[in-house]
């Protein structure tokens, strides 16, 4: 089975920075986009970020341009969102979601890590 185990989560204050991770087991994790989400009580969840296989093409959402940073480090079969000038807006829980191919809508995902708590203190 598919394993993802999401991690870096914590408590910072606005205008810091924080380093998720997604360790993934269970495929072969240079054929896979991965993605990270994120979703706050009542609210729909909300795609943040994704970065494809191969190629490494990234895509972000308008509310994290220029602030957030996705990578990949295929050998270690990780990604990381490198989130930096935090707003107190940012403050959700993260959760990092595999597929195929790159897209925003969350039910295309079939696998799904277990999150990762951030909080922005203003």
């Known amino acids: 089975d598919v394993q993802l185990q999401a991690s870096g989560g914590g408590l910072v204050q606005a205008g810091g920075s924080l380093r998720l991770s997604c360790a993934v087991s269970?495929?072969?994790?240079?054929?896979?986009?991965i993605a990270w989400f994120r979703q706050t009580p009542g609210k729909e969840r909300e795609g943040v970020s994704c970065?494809?296989?191969?190629?490494?093409?990234?895509f972000y959402a308008n509310s994290v341009k220029g602030r957030f940073t996705i990578s990949r480090d295929n050998a270690e079969n990780t990604v990381y969102l490198q989130m930096n000038s935090l707003k107190p807006e940012d403050a959700a829980v993260y959760y990092c979601?595999?597929?195929?191919?790159?897209?925003?809508?969350?039910?295309?995902?079939?696998?799904w890590g277990q999150g990762t708590q951030v909080t922005v203190s203003s």
């Open positions: 970065i494809s296989n191969r190629n490494d093409n990234t």
């Open positions: 979601a595999l597929a195929r191919t790159c897209t925003a809508i969350p039910t295309l995902f079939d696998s």
């Open positions: 269970g495929i072969s994790f240079d054929e896979y986009a």
